[in-house]
């Protein structure tokens, strides 16, 4: 992610990285500590176009003022989509209810 935030013409200094987790809520907390330690009043979480909403519920959660960035639907190919939907239905629920 953070080459293709420097392919957007993002400055090094505005990339924090977050590189122990091994979950999306592991690393929102993680970076919420980061990003709390910086003084960060937002965050901009660039993710796929189907993790989007789960990922800024989970933010949310973890106390992150967060937006998120994704590429447009149409350029993810139909069996990301297909493999990554159900996944993420059940995920988002779990979310929710704070299972995971």
Do not use: F
Request: hydrophobic share 50%; proline share 6%.
């Amino acid at each position: 992610m953070a080459q293709m935030c420097r392919a957007a013409a993002i400055p090094d200094h505005a990339i924090l990285l977050e590189d122990r987790s091994i979950s999306t809520r592991e690393n929102l907390r993680n970076a919420a500590t980061i990003l709390n330690a910086v003084g960060a009043a937002g965050v901009v979480i660039v993710t796929d176009p189907y993790h989007a909403l789960r990922a800024r519920i989970i933010a949310g959660q973890v106390g992150l003022t967060a937006s998120t960035s994704a590429p447009p639907a149409s350029q993810v190919g139909p069996k990301q989509w297909l493999r990554n939907i159900p996944r993420e239905a059940v995920a988002i629920a779990a979310a929710l209810l704070h299972l995971r």
